[in-house]
């Protein structure tokens, strides 16, 4: 298995621009997370998907954040219009309720920075 | 809420030598998971040690191993014989059982030197 993929891995853009991140989970998994890494909030939750539908987005910033998931094999975050304080490394992580520990597979993350 | 500390920012170790690093959390459940995640430059979380709360005894993945204490609510990681490819970010995270989303609460991190 290839693991999570994520794209792209990095992606520069002026503020205002919208920014689409893709990620694509393993196979059979059906949560599917994403995470936003900053150096002042550290890793935190943005929302999550079971089944394609999401469960909880509390951890969403603001309205300008959005995340879909058409399908089991693909989820998109996306942003519009972006700022700079969006700048971050969003991770995708999959799993399933039956794996030992609950384990979350990662991403490689992508490095966004808006300038 | 469940909340994940870690006072360390960073730490120091000579190569070959032994440092544990700190993680305290917060919660009201019984059981959980706990993980110590590595991130080296690359940005890739990867799972280093995990715990069962309910089992009483140490994980332990070769020269990586913790100590658990559910009563005080800690959950150290300890790396023995420190190699230069150990230097990275290591996070602590917590993960309920009763959760059934799987969220992953991490802490702040702790950013770990091997000097040669």
Known sequence: ?????????????????EVTLRCKPISGHDY??????TMMRGLELLIYFNNNVPIDD??????????????ASFSTLKIQPSEPRDSAV???????????????FFGPGTRLTVL | AQTVTQ???EMSVQEAETVTLSCTYDTSESDYY???YKQPPSRQMILVIRQEAYKQQNATENRFSVNFQ??????????SDSQLGDAAMYFCAYTGLNNAGNMLTFGGGTRLMVKP
């Open chain 1, 90 to 104: 969003y991770f995708c992580a999959s799993s399933f309720l039956g794996l030992a520990y609950n384990e979350q």
């Open chain 1, 32 to 37: 599917l997370f994403w995470y936003r890494q």
């Open chain 1, 58 to 71: 509390s951890g969403m910033p603001e309205d300008r954040f959005s995340a879909k998931m058409p399908n």
């Open chain 2, 34 to 36: 706990l993980f110590w």
């Open chain 2, 70 to 79: 559910k009563a005080a609510k800690s959950f150290s990681l300890k790396i």
């Open chain 1, 1 to 17: 298995d290839a693991g999570v993929i994520q794209s792209p891995r990095h992606e520069v853009t002026e503020m205002g621009q």
């Open chain 2, 7 to 9: 006072s360390q920012p």
